[in-house]
Nanobody
Framework: EAQLAESGGDVVQAGGSLRLSCVASGFGFDDYAIGWFRQAPGKEREAVACMALNDDDEYYADSVKGRFTIYSDNAKMTVYLQMNSLKPEDTAVYYC???????????????????WGQGTQVTVTS
């Protein structure tokens, strides 16, 4: 039974940093893509950063390029999102998601992801 568990959300001042973690279990981790998505109140869910675990494919939203980094520790079945230079507009619930590389056609398309975590709240104050 596939499970994803996010952690690391917190309240942080603008300009600060935060690292989110997503621990996976119950599926073939290295055969999947992992994506970080976020949803702010009143807005649609959007992809933030995504990666394939068995190749070099990556995606970053334009709004986070140069500030956020996605990386993995495959032995721990964990994916991280390092967030630097945080802005108030980064405030959202952040979700990690996993999709089989046999199903993921577009890395940043949430419809291609099968498994989802419960989300972790990130709040950036001005």
């Amino acid at each position: 039974e596939a499970q994803l568990a996010e952690s690391g959300g917190d309240v942080v001042q603008a300009g600060g940093s935060l690292r989110l973690s997503c621990v996976a279990s119950g599926f073939g981790f290295d055969d999947y893509a992992i994506g970080w998505f976020r949803q702010a109140p009143g807005k649609e869910r959007e992809a933030v950063a995504c990666m394939a675990l068995n190749d070099d494919d990556e995606y970053y939203a334009d709004s986070v390029k140069g500030r956020f980094t996605i990386y993995s520790d495959n032995a721990k079945m964990t994916v991280y999102l390092q967030m630097n230079s945080l802005k108030p507009e980064d405030t959202a619930v952040y979700y990690c998601a996993a999709g089989s590389m046999g199903e993921v056609v577009i890395l940043d398309d949430p419809k291609d992801y099968e498994h989802w975590g419960q989300g972790t709240q990130v709040t950036v104050t001005s």
